[in-house]
């Protein structure tokens, strides 16, 4: 287990680090807030409607359902990295892991040959 | 010592995080709420000795999970909702559901069963290297097979987008 609290200092010394930039930045900035700044601003032209009433890419939909299928891929990366120098199942397992990558891969490919990575305007 | 200090850090922030999903007005302020909750859970998990579990909460919930929960925040127009009050007055509803889920888990925990639970799965801690020799080598087939399984939702939610734009 004392493997592992590495990680958790980690995690804290970067949240310690992050609350003290923005403590440390609130000392030494300028203060100066008036009701301009908290516009939305864009070229001058001023914005119509709201930002957050759903007006949405369906596209984003795709690549999140990417995201989740390789981020399940990459679970299974965890426990092989871990195991992967075990000598008596070495290879074994190094083989297994690039079959499991491949059919994975040929998942991608027919996304990129679907146009489904490709922006639509 | 050291550890039931950081049980009690993890359980106060998650609790306190949880609040904040309920609480707050804004969607996407309960999201990251709710991913801080999760996170604490996945440290609640490492100290009951299961590494990979916690890996795989982050994984799937912070991860897959929560992409999905702000995907549907963002697509939806959440304007409405915001100033809809979740817990009025006169719906007892959730009150009654959330003390019966606590009476619930006093009655377990002190009622002896969560001893009986425990004593069922009283195995010792599994590391990641003896779960890792063991999925990949006893459980080759099904792991090979969950790429298929993967792949066949990858393909599924690609030809759902291109049907319903064409």
Known sequence: MADYLSILFMAGFAAFMACMVLFVGSLFRPRNPYSEKLSPWECGMEPIGEADTGHFRVHFFIIAILFIVFDVEILYLFPWAVILKEPDISTLVFIEMFIFIAVLTVGLAYAWAKGALDWIK | ?166
């Open chain 2, 1 to 166: 010592m050291f550890e039931e200090l950081l049980f009690i850090f993890f359980s106060a922030t998650a609790i306190g995080s949880a609040l904040g999903v309920v609480l707050m007005r804004n969607p996407v302020y309960c999201a990251v709420s709710l991913v801080v909750c999760l996170f604490q859970v996945a440290g609640l998990f490492m100290l009951l000795r299961s590494p990979f579990l916690a890996v795989v909460q982050v994984f799937i919930y912070v991860g897959a999970v929560m992409v999905l929960f702000l995907f549907a925040i963002m697509l939806l127009d959440m304007k409405q909702i915001r100033y809809e009050r979740l817990f009025s007055a006169r719906g007892w509803v959730p009150y009654a559901v959330v003390a019966g889920i606590a009476i619930e888990f006093v009655a377990v925990i002190y009622g002896g069963g969560m001893d009986a639970l425990m004593k069922v799965g009283a195995t010792k801690a599994v590391d990641v290297k003896t779960f890792g020799r063991v999925l990949f080598t006893e459980y080759l087939f099904p792991f090979e097979v969950i790429s298929l399984l993967l792949l066949v939702a990858m393909v599924g939610a690609i030809v759902m987008v291109k049907r319903s734009r064409g």
